[in-house]
């Protein structure tokens, strides 16, 4: 069993930046790859971000690719989400995820709460 929790989301305007974190606990968490996902009112679960077991691959989606930055900190059982540039068609509930590394939410097996992030125009 993991327990995900997500903090750092918010209210921003167009153009600022966030970092998120999601603290994971209840499993060995260098042993598995990390995803951030992210679901918009009315929409599907979108696939934003991954990092490998030990942090040296990562992987992004195309709408986030240049302006989202990922990253852990497997001694303090920590996964990051730097944004920065964010736009209004950010705004959405930000999920993170224990799995593979992979872009497909069928990969993962653990999910956290989520946080709302908002951007306005």
């Known amino acids: 069993q993991v327990q995900l929790v997500e903090s750092g989301g918010g209210l921003v305007q167009a153009g600022g930046s966030l970092r998120l974190s999601c603290a994971a606990s209840g499993r060995t968490f260098s042993s598995y790859a990390m995803g951030w996902f992210r679901q918009a009112p009315g929409k599907e679960r979108e696939f934003v971000a991954a990092?490998?077991?030990?942090?040296?691959?990562?992987y992004y989606g195309d709408s986030v690719k240049g302006r989202f930055t990922i990253s852990r900190d497997n001694a303090k059982n920590t996964v990051y989400l730097q944004m920065n540039s964010l736009k209004p068609e950010d705004t959405a509930v930000y999920y993170c995820?224990?799995?593979?590394?992979?872009?497909?939410?069928?990969?993962?097996?653990?999910w956290g709460q989520g946080t709302q992030v908002t951007v306005s125009a």
């Open positions: 990092i490998s077991r030990s942090g040296g691959s990562t």
């Open positions: 995820a224990v799995g593979l590394f992979s872009p497909s939410t069928h990969e993962y097996d653990y």
